[in-house]
């Protein structure tokens, strides 16, 4: 029988923040894939635990995981944990989840921290509906043209940046969706500098040109207005009379239907379709 692979979250800066069950999930397995072991070992220290891990990285996700897969199906269960946060959700363990799920080997879920959800949350930003995504690359015509495929985006949307990398990317993002548009950075959160602003693009601009920044950011930013949908007008109308007189109504019914459909004036819809009859 097949052992089981547990997604374990891991705190993203304060250590009171793993959850009782993450802590005996941690214990029971027989064995821990983590992204780094020198930074794992140090949670499993603050817990009082030893456990025999193995590295799981994103440059070693062949070969590792053709590995964790075989120890799966002998039967022995493991902790997939990454640096910081959520496994498989912008860290490694989306490849080792889909190899699981084609040896149906279960995977099983231990909730916790996640950056960008608990950004959104604080961010003062619409939450009903957001995309996120994740680390825009470090090549400036790549990572243009990815913001140039979001300018119509209505969603809030969200994008995790390095403090080095972040100044390029506000300009990038100031340019694409303009400086008006509103923005919350979220920096080392739950972490002793934990800081939120909220702010524009444009002002973020400016402000990180004096302040040079420090520490990971999750970057909350407000989605496009949603575009007015134009009210039909009288010509739509009248088009539509036209088209229904083409498939055999009456010119009475066509404008009963077309006046409804398009919420005009079935009165001003008529006496046009009289008047134009009249021109012509």
């Known amino acids: 029988m097949a052992g089981t692979l547990y997604l374990v979250a891991t705190p993203i800066g304060n250590l009171g923040d793993l959850s009782l069950r993450a802590a005996e999930t941690l214990e029971q ?57 959520t496994p498989a959700i912008s860290d490694p363990g989306e490849e080792l989840v889909a190899q699981c799920a084609a040896q149906e080997i279960p995977v099983v879920p231990i909730p916790g921290p996640c950056a960008f959800v608990n950004a959104l949350a604080v961010s003062g ?30 969603r809030t949307m969200l994008f995790h940046e390095a403090p080095h990398k972040l100044q390029a990317t506000l300009r990038d993002l100031a340019e694409a969706f303009g400086p008006d548009r509103r923005i919350a950075l979220c920096r080392e959160l739950t972490k002793l500098h934990e800081e939120v602003r909220r702010t524009t693009l444009g002002q973020a601009v400016s402000y990180y040109e004096a302040h040079p920044p420090k520490g990971e950011f999750v970057l909350v930013v407000e989605g496009a207005p949603p575009v007015a949908e134009q ?50």
Not at 50 to 62: A, E, F, I
Not at 129 to 150: D, I, P, Q, V
Not at 249 to 269: H, N, P, Q, Y
């Open 125 to 154: 930003l619409p939450t009903g509906r957001f995309t996120f995504e994740g680390f825009l690359a470090m090549n400036k015509k790549n990572r243009r043209a990815h913001l140039e495929s979001l300018r119509g985006e209505t």
């Open 29 to 85: 397995v027989d064995f821990i894939a983590a992204e780094d072991t020198r930074v794992t070992v140090k949670l499993l220290n603050h817990l009082g635990l030893k456990k025999p891990m193995v590295s799981y990285y994103r440059h070693n996700t062949g070969t590792r995981g053709e590995e964790l897969i075989a120890r799966l199906l002998g039967g022995e269960s493991c902790a997939l944990v990454t640096d910081a946060g």
């Open 231 to 280: 009210a039909p007008t009288l010509e739509d109308g009248l088009a539509l009379v036209d088209k229904l007189q083409l498939e055999g109504w009456s010119t009475r019914d066509a404008v009963k239907e077309a006046a409804a459909a398009c919420r005009l004036s079935r009165k001003v819809l008529y006496d046009r379709v009289l008047a134009r009859k009249k021109e012509s």
